[in-house]
């Protein structure tokens, strides 16, 4: 089993800044991949943002020099910086823990945090 809690969603102004912190425990090992997908109403779950246990990431266009993601040392923890928040990044965001095998791979999911930017 693998467990997700999320934390640091909230309401800002629009330019504003807010830090996700999620962190993933119980059975992890092997090479895995951690990230962030949000969710507004009426639209698809889509990617922010994802960092691999080799370190290299992957940002969604959208998101592209306004939001970085890291990982601890521990790679326990990612975290999602968010800068110069605009009103179309408000939706719920997911932590996501995806584990890789050689033909396939498991999904985990955090409960999600909701983020509100106000205009």
């Known amino acids: 089993q693998v467990q997700l809690v999320e934390s640091g969603g909230g309401l800002v102004q629009a330019g504003g800044s807010l830090r996700l912190s999620c962190t993933v425990s119980g059975s992890i090992f092997g090479i895995n991949v951690m990230g962030w997908y949000r969710q507004a109403p009426g639209k698809q779950r889509e990617l922010v943002a994802s960092?691999?246990?080799?370190?290299?990431?992957n940002y969604a266009d959208s998101v592209k020099g306004r939001f970085t993601i890291s990982r601890d040392n521990a790679k326990t923890t990612v975290y999602l910086q968010m800068n110069n928040l605009k009103p179309e990044d408000t939706a719920v965001y997911y932590c996501n823990y995806r584990r890789l095998f050689a033909w396939s791979s498991s999904d985990y999911w955090g409960q999600g945090t909701q983020v509100t930017v106000s205009s």
């Open positions: 960092v691999s246990s080799d370190g290299s990431t």
